[in-house]
């Protein structure tokens, strides 16, 4: 089965450092879903890879996946705040016709705190 | 455009018990995946359906078990319940492959 390693677990950053988290699959990824959670509440989606080498950019954060679709980043670029959660990387497995299942799986999340 | 919307948000059952949550996607997704997170397990897949079919399921016991109805709105259903299937349980909806899931706020079960 697919697993998902996340590092690191947790995260303290000051108010206006960059961060990165990383996200490595020990398969090659159909897709790779980022999600910010907020402790006990729902998932929130942040941003979707599916082709190596791709980027993709949405205010301060930013993702990449790596060109064997293996592994990915999340970037945050001078932090606040309202960063502050739990980040989620999923992946979706490749099936024999180039699409995903429904299925996630999930890795066990890095827990960024931002201080003012 | 409303959201993914699940019920009830909060639930306190008695082992032995059973429970029926309910999960009403974003107009237009017709798949629906059903997730359970707890601090120990972090987010495991339950099961997918699309169009009233069940596509996929994950590993856990027969007393987990759901449905999916013609407008694609999605229930799960548990039986037995056990102090161990304490946890918040996420619905996702979907248009279909290669879009995004959109996840509700969740039910947060507690098993006493």
């Known amino acids: 089965s697919q697993e998902l390693e996340q590092s690191p677990q947790s995260l303290i950053v000051q108010e206006g450092k960059n961060l990165t988290i990383n996200c490595t699959s020990s398969?090659?990824?159909?897709?790779l879903y980022w999600y910010k959670q907020k402790y006990g509440e729902g998932l929130i989606f942040l941003m979707m890879l599916q082709k190596g080498g791709e980027e993709k950019s949405h205010e301060k954060i930013t993702a990449k996946l790596d060109e064997k679709k293996q592994q990915s980043s999340l970037h945050i670029t001078a932090s606040q705040p309202s960063h502050a959660g739990i980040y989620l990387c999923g992946a979706a497995p490749l099936r024999a016709g180039g699409t995903s299942y429904g299925k996630l799986t999930f890795g066990q999340g890095t827990i960024l705190t931002v201080h003012p | 455009k409303a959201g993914v919307t699940q019920t009830p948000r909060y639930l306190i059952k008695t082992r032995g018990q059973q429970v029926t949550l309910s999960c009403s996607p974003i107009?237009?997704?017709?798949?629906v995946s059903w997730y359970q997170q707890t601090p120990g397990q972090g987010l495991q897949f339950l099961f997918e359906y699309f169009s009233e079919t069940q596509r996929n399921k994950g590993n856990f016991p027969g007393r987990f078990s759901g449905r999916q109805f013609s407008n694609s709105r999605s229930e799960m259903n548990v039986s037995t319940l056990e102090l161990g299937d304490s946890a918040l349980y996420l619905c996702?909806?979907?248009?279909?492959?290669?879009?995004?899931?959109?996840f509700g706020s969740g039910t947060r079960l507690t098993v006493v």
């Open positions: 398969k090659t990824l159909y897709g």
């Open positions: 996702a909806s979907r248009q279909e492959a290669n879009y995004g899931y959109t």
């Open positions: 107009s237009g997704h017709r798949s």
